[in-house]
């Protein structure tokens, strides 16, 4: 069982170019909006599902429309929702605008939501083999401080921890002191991934974060493919998979669930299995990686394949 803990949210999509030239306040049209099933750590609890692994999703959901349309998502892409909690308070909404180039870029109306009021739960479901952390959830107090809590548990229990911090800048009010909180969670994690971005932002390097705690670093550069850094002090990388992109909503998310899908077919999720990943293991880890998120990339919003569509590792 792979659990993923984090928020889930909608995400609202604009279905189409703003226009200057229709009706509207001050004659400026605005796109409509779409709601989407989102959030990243809720992308890869689905994409884990689609993927075929056992999964739960441990989050918080409001027992608003919103949260029971997540609820129903993750039941239907398979995922275990037995440790969800439940609350009155609204659904978290992210709007999102797409670029040019198809990447996304999101504001956050958070004040008072449900996601954030997680608590450090009793226990991990039975059979827990990996636990992954990310996004918004690390950062929102109080929730917070309860996946903290969480992923420093789920370590000193011998669990294996993914960690994707996919910074979203606008919600961290003190930079310095988010990085430091950063630093602070690398000794509890087995496997970090982060986008080229994210590493920028964050100010350190493979080598660094290595030294602190994970058995591997997974850097995703986009169009340029994706490598990772092993304690080892070796470096693999495969390049991304061509396709017509759509947007980028969840690709990092699939790559995620396709890394732990992957090392668990592998029986790799501990971090002595992973420090005996050979070159040829890992770059077909990666371009499986790379395969998923571009079927992702080729669709609007967070759709991630499903097993029949992005095949074996």
Known sequence: MIVVAGEALIDLVPLGPRSADGPG????????????????????????GRLGSAVAFCSRLSRDTFGEALLTGLRTAGVEVSPVQRGDEPTTLAVTSIGDDGSARYSFYAEGTADRLFSMPQALPAGTRAVSFGTCSLVLEPGA?????????????????????????????????????????????????????????????PQEWLSAGPAAVVVTRGGDGLSVFTRSGETYAAPAERVDIVDTIGAGDTVNAALLHGLSQLAALSPAAVAELDEETWTRLLRFAARAAAITCSRAGAEPPYRSEAGEV
């Not at 989407?36 to 890869?44: A, H, K, M």
């Open 25 to 48: 306040q001050h004659g400026s049209a605005l796109p409509a909006l779409a709601p989407r099933l989102g959030g990243g750590p809720y992308n890869t609890a689905v994409a884990l």
């Open 145 to 205: 401080g309860a996946y903290e809590e969480l992923m420093r548990a789920a370590a000193a229990q011998g669990v294996f921890t993914a960690l994707d911090p996919n910074i979203r800048a606008g919600l961290i009010p003190d930079a310095d002191a988010y990085r430091a909180r950063f630093k602070s969670w690398l000794p509890s994690t087995s496997l970090l991934k982060l986008s080229e971005e994210d590493a920028q932002w964050l100010g350190g390097t």
